[in-house]
């Protein structure tokens, strides 16, 4: 595997990279720092949907943090647990222990017990990553869950944050994070569970469970799964592996493939905001930016909207991500076709007629240039 962890985890490993062991907490903000993923990405999840369920609970909930290529988890008192993501085979999920003061870093372990989930049919099939949403009961465990299988941008809000904490400004009144809940003959009965209320928020790096950082994960996570699993199905394809697929039926199956793709690309069915949009942590808003890749005009695909939708410019930034790079090359050829289509500002395409023309021009501008 070529992910970003497996570039450095021997020098991790070896002491090359020096980390800070004096507490769990220090240790992960300095593992942060090593990775380029900022804490402010942080999400808490309490719902006991993990590979360590029994360390995870609403006193204890599980920290989550990424950039575009990069997810770390960590439970105070757990394990740190990593997936990068290859070009080639998508998710690559490693394990190792806190080190103690004083002692020598961690054996990290390739967390082959991952793909059982991780790798699972209900995400496709093939190494991606898993963001689920549950009402849980009092010590973490799943009472009801929702939206299985579905990931990203247009997964409704009534169905998100179950099993979560969600801090900062929003909008949003259906939905079920900060919930606990107990079950009776009566039916399901919501308790409210504010970040804080059962363990020191101090215990982490940051204090917030912010909604930008569950939109932007929620985002990143559909588009992993979607282009991994159309690069495993088409890698398929192409070798002949496919019995229904021969020679013939190729060009159409690469064509469905790719619309697929260029509609998460494009935000086709992307949930809207609710009215006032949301805030977002300005920090967090800060560190993503930091990332920029500018058009001449100082245009970007990461610039954000957050009043209706999430960006003002309707094409994702993980078009520069190891997912989409990895795509093999007719079905890239493909997306980028499809692409030029939907963007063309003569054209007009019913499916993209939600992009207005000034849209258009600007993400074919911030592709060509960047």
């Known amino acids: ?36 993923i900022s804490p402010s990405t942080q999400t808490l999840v309490f719902s006991t949907t993990s590979l360590q369920l029994s360390r995870i609970s609403p006193a204890n909930p599980r920290a989550i943090y990424f ?51 991780h790798a699972s049919q209900e995400i496709g099939g093939a190494p991606g990553l898993l963001v689920s949403s549950v ?14 299988g579905r990931t990203g941008h247009d ?17 949003i009144k259906r939905h079920w994070g900060n919930l606990t809940g107990t079950l009776s003959p009566a039916g399901l009965k919501k308790i409210p569970n504010e970040p804080g209320q059962r ?21 990143q996570i559909g588009f992993v799964n979607r282009f991994v699993s159309a690069t495993y199905r088409t890698r398929a394809a192409l070798a002949g592996s496919v019995a229904e697929l021969g020679e013939k039926e190729l060009p159409g199956f690469l064509e469905r493939e790719a619309n697929v793709l260029v509609r998460y690309l494009l935000f086709a069915d992307e949930a809207k905001l609710p009215g006032n949009g949301i805030g977002g ?13 500018k058009a ?19 094409c994702s930034y993980m078009v520069y ?30 499916a993209f007629a939600f992009l207005p023309l000034a849209e258009k021009k600007s993400i074919r501008k911030i592709l060509r240039e960047t």
Not at 155 to 171: A, D, Y
Not at 296 to 301: A, E, H, K, P, T
């Open 1 to 36: 595997p070529n992910d970003r962890f497996t570039q450095i985890k021997d020098a991790i490993q070896t002491g090359k990279i020096p980390l800070d062991h004096s507490n769990q907490k220090t240790y992960v903000l300095s593992l942060l720092r090593a990775l380029g």
């Open 67 to 117: 950039s575009d290529d990069l997810y770390l988890g960590w439970v105070p008192g757990g394990k740190i647990e990593v997936i990068g993501i290859d070009p080639d085979w998508g998710s690559i999920t490693y394990i190792f222990e806190v080190p103690r003061p004083g002692s020598p870093p961690s054996l990290i372990q390739q967390a082959t017990r991952c793909m059982n989930c």
């Open 135 to 148: 009402v849980p009961g009092p010590g973490g465990g799943s009472l009801d869950s929702f939206r299985q």
């Open 155 to 171: 997964v409704p809000f009534s169905e998100r944050f179950g099993g979560w904490h969600l801090t900062g400004r929003h909008h």
């Open 199 to 219: 363990f020191p928020l101090d215990r982490y790096p940051v204090p917030t469970s912010d909604v930008l950082a569950h939109l932007l994960l929620e985002h």
């Open 281 to 293: 942590d300005s920090v967090l808003k800060s560190a993503f930016m930091k990332h920029r890749r």
């Open 296 to 314: 001449s005009d100082g245009s970007s695909l990461r610039d954000f909207d957050l009043a209706t939708r999430l960006f003002r410019y309707r």
């Open 321 to 350: 991500s190891a997912s989409f790079h990895g795509l093999p090359s007719r079905l890239k050829d493909r997306v980028f076709d499809q692409l030029d289509r939907a963007l063309h500002t003569r054209l007009t395409s019913t």
